[in-house]
């Protein structure tokens, strides 16, 4: 099943609802995002300021804009982009119970847009029925 996220440029979107939606019963889910500039992350979803701070590093780290890239056909964020993809992950494998993502307390799903401009991006969803039972309560 694919479908689409809506950016308004560079930060983190909770997508843990648009993937629930495509969810059914008790399975393994993977999620993969169809772009080189963009990944997916589980992270601490209760306190905001750990986005930010997400956000933070990887600016500092990984600057838009340094005269070392070579590869600026988009803008000076593209190159960046690609390497902020690279340290993160494309796809994630989460188990589900009765339609719903299984995580911890504190954690959420996270679409990473790397660009700083608006995207649309894909994200694929794939359910792999659940050969063995899986547990009953998430763990914190």
């Known amino acids: 099943m ?4 809506q950016t308004t440029g560079r930060g983190l979107y909770d997508i843990r609802k648009e993937v629930e939606l495509r969810v ?4 393994l889910v993977h999620v993969f995002v169809l772009h080189t500039s963009a990944s997916l992350l589980i992270t601490e979803n209760a306190d905001p ?8 590093w990887f600016e500092h780290h990984v600057p ?20 902020r993809a690279a ?18 307390t504190w954690q959420g799903l996270y679409l990473f847009e790397h660009r700083s401009r ?5 994200l ?3 359910l792999v029925p659940s050969v063995f039972p899986l547990p009953t309560e998430s763990t914190p």
Do not use: K
Request: charged content about 25%; hydrophobic content about 30%; proline content about 10%.
């Open 64 to 83: 838009d804009g340094d005269p070392s890239y070579r590869h600026v056909d988009e803008g000076p964020d593209d190159m960046p982009s690609h390497i």
């Open 24 to 27: 059914h019963g008790d399975c």
């Open 49 to 56: 300021d750990v986005l930010l701070d997400l956000n933070q």
């Open 124 to 126: 694929v969803v794939t």
């Open 118 to 122: 608006p995207h649309q991006r894909r």
């Open 87 to 104: 340290l993160t992950q494309p796809s994630l494998m989460l188990p589900a119970r009765s339609g719903r993502l299984i995580l911890g």
């Open 2 to 5: 694919e479908f689409t996220i």
